[in-house]
């Protein structure tokens, strides 16, 4: 009789392997351009010499600083990027199993923010109304805000 060859399912597929690899390779380098153009920003403010500028805004405007939003989401990018390239490459499964809960994590939360802001959306409009009648007392206050202001009126609208 003869032996019957069963195909070993332990390796992964080279070309899903490396598509992975590429697409997380983008994603990494994207996560360092976010990273390094948020602390540019920041650096451009002097906001490293001067940390006190932080705790004398109001705690509303620290989550609106385009620079720390680009350092936050380019760190975050950056590290799922990392997890995943690394993973792939190596077929680790602990790095895949953090860059897939990562990725499930972040779809979930959108598919979240999606569903409650439907649900809602008398509340979230509200919300937008007065952090937009907000940001336009401070119009003078904060150059960031005054240049995102500028650049929304004068390409979207």
């Known amino acids: 009789m003869g032996k019957s060859r069963r195909r070993d399912t332990s390796e992964v597929s080279l070309c899903i392997k490396y598509l992975v690899f590429g697409f997380n390779v983008l994603f990494w380098l994207i996560g360092c ?17 001067n940390f006190g500028k932080l705790l004398e805004q109001d705690s509303g405007s620290l989550f609106i600083d385009p620079a720390l939003i ?8 950056f590290l799922i ?18 860059y897939i809960i990562c990725v499930a994590v ?3 939360g959108q ?16 919300q937008i109304t007065s952090g937009l009648k907000q940001m ?16 929304v009126q004068q390409d979207w609208v």
């Open 33 to 49: 351009g976010l990273l390094s153009i948020g602390i540019w920003a920041w650096s451009e403010k002097e906001m490293f010499d």
């Open 70 to 77: 680009l350092i936050i989401a380019g760190v975050v990018t």
């Open 81 to 98: 990027g990392f997890a995943g390239c690394l993973g792939a490459l190596r077929e680790n499964t602990v790095l895949l199993l953090i």
């Open 106 to 108: 972040i779809f979930l």
């Open 111 to 126: 598919v979240t923010i999606g569903v409650v802001g439907f649900l809602y959306k008398d509340w979230a409009k509200d």
């Open 136 to 151: 336009i007392t401070s119009y003078r206050d904060n150059p960031d805000l005054q240049n995102l202001i500028d650049w």
